[in-house]
């Protein structure tokens, strides 16, 4: 996951499947080529430090609900492989992953609130 002081922006405006999903992870994410579109691969990406540092900073997921609604499993699937993410860096020193669930479809348009 790209780290830094800037949060990393999902957008899933539009999203209404598991494939879409994925594909947006990978291009918010910066993820390696050999990304497998899964849960476990996402999971993987996510705390992997071999070839990013992880989930180090804020990350803002908006206009999420059309997901949600269309595959409400899909989406607590992936609300809980964030979490993981967000609980794994948690305990290295230095760190401070948070996740974010914008209310609306677009991120400065409302304010967040903390998912993590």
């Not at 899933?12 to 910066?30: H, I, N, S, T």
């Not at 996402?42 to 705390?47: F, I, N, V």
Request: glycine residues 8%; aromatic residues 10%.
């Amino acid at each position: 996951m790209v780290t830094g002081d800037d949060p990393v922006v999902l957008s899933l405006v539009g999203v209404r499947d598991k494939a879409a999903f994925m594909e947006r992870c990978a291009r918010a994410f910066r993820l390696p080529d050999w990304f497998g579109r899964n849960w476990d691969a996402l999971a993987d990406c996510l705390t992997d430090p071999s070839w990013t540092p992880g989930v180090r900073g804020r990350l803002v997921v908006f206009g999420w609900q059309e997901f949600a609604e269309a595959a409400p499993g899909e989406w607590e699937m992936a609300r809980q492989v964030f979490a993981d993410a967000v609980a794994h860096w948690r305990g290295v020193p230095g760190v401070r992953p948070e996740l974010v669930l914008a209310p609306g479809a677009d991120p400065d348009a409302d304010t967040p609130r903390d998912e993590s």
